[in-house]
């Protein structure tokens, strides 16, 4: 199941998503801002992972200088804009939250959508087999082929 999937089941339409929780580790940053980038996807008004020191780490390796990335990490510890994800205590701040789910990310398979609809979903395994049969299939299903011939 795809993160998109488990968010529509759960009925996060129209609300502010909070990620949390010791499994926000073993996501990249990248992985975080995929995942937040797709709220519309998945029905929410915002996709939101707070701050921690891996994002951090990543300002300094994108060429931030030490200076505003310590502020930046003060800021956002002074208006509790920032998680240490290690610590559990930080990570108990359910009374904030008016509803929590639970999304196990051994279900979470990695996948593509569309092109068309976010529902037509093709589990990355399964891409291969999927694009194979929509060559021979003349509507196509999850994968459309574009051809673009550029002239300068």
């Known amino acids: 199941m795809c993160v998109v999937k488990n ?26 801002e995929t995942i937040a980038n797709m709220c519309p996807e998945y029905g929410a008004i915002i996709g939101y992972f707070a701050a921690d ?10 060429g931030r200088k030490k200076e505003q990335v ?5 800021y956002l510890k ?13 990570n108990n701040d359910e009374k904030m939250f008016t509803e ?11 996948c593509v959508s569309g092109p068309k609809r976010p529902i037509d979903k093709t589990v990355v ?3 291969k087999q999927s694009f194979r049969e929509c060559l021979t ?7 459309n082929i574009i051809i673009v011939f550029i002239n300068s």
């Open 7 to 32: 968010l529509r089941k759960l009925g996060v339409d129209n609300k502010f998503v909070e990620f949390f929780g010791p499994g926000v580790l073993q996501l990249s940053i990248s992985d975080r």
């Open 53 to 62: 020191d891996l994002l951090i780490q990543h300002l300094i390796k994108t």
């Open 70 to 74: 310590e502020f930046i990490k003060e």
């Open 78 to 90: 002074l208006v509790k804009l920032f998680r240490d994800y290690n610590n559990d205590e930080n």
């Open 100 to 110: 929590i789910y639970e999304l196990d990310l051994s279900t979470v398979l990695p």
């Open 125 to 127: 395994s399964d891409l």
């Open 137 to 143: 299939n003349k509507n196509g299903f999850n994968v």
